[in-house]
């Protein structure tokens, strides 16, 4: 079985990170990072970089597609290589999921349409403009379509596909073997149990980013 990980410039790592940790245990299964320009692409934090050496053109038929989000997403929402890609693998994958405001790239691309999807909390009102039903829920599953929400939703979006894909006692192994079990220090992970206070400072640091 072979994943494709899509990666553009600003991604945020966990976003794709954290699933390949999962998909990448799974057994007979390949996991190629992809991008539109291979070569050494730099997170949203600038301080970690993964050297891509695959293009769109390498990876024609991925049984799973997975694009995760980040800063970067705003650059790749015009139509264009990407999207032509998403639109083409879509037709023969099993699978075509994302994490985070990856949901608004695939959305864009035209392959959410009429479909319910989830993606970051500040970005859920995005999807309507695209014909997509946003869906406050940490994974969402529609027909072959999986959206994670924030950043770390991707762990279990990934542990929910390992189980589609190859059994409930295999997902069970994979979170087992990275001893997935959180147990937050604060309840602050959701705007709705989240203090006020940190909400609204939240909202304060990401409004240049999700309402420019």
Known sequence: MKVAIVLYPRFTSMDTVGPYEVLARLPDTEVIYVAEQP????????????????????VTDPEVVLIGGGPGQADQMSDGKLHEWL?????????????????????ASG????????????????????????TKERVVIDGKYA?????????DM????????????????????????PEPPYDAGSPD???????????KRLSARFDG
Not at 147 to 155: D, E, F, Y
């Open 158 to 181: 990934a542990l929910t596909l390992a189980a589609q894909l190859k059994g409930e006692q295999e997902a069970q192994a994979v979170q087992l073997i990275i001893e997935y079990a």
């Open 193 to 203: 149990s989240a203090p006020a206070a940190v909400v609204a400072d939240v909202r």
């Open 39 to 58: 070569g050494r692409l730099t997170n949203d934090l600038g301080s970690l970089t993964i050297d891509v050496a695959a293009s769109l053109d390498d």
């Open 111 to 134: 392959v959410l349409a009429g479909r319910r999807a989830t993606s970051h909390w500040m970005a859920l009102d995005q999807l309507p403009q695209f014909d997509v039903i946003p």
């Open 147 to 155: 959206t994670a929400a924030g950043v770390s939703a991707g762990v």
């Open 87 to 107: 639109r083409a693998v879509d037709q023969t994958s099993a699978w075509t999921t994302s994490v985070c405001t990856g949901s608004l790239i695939l959305a």
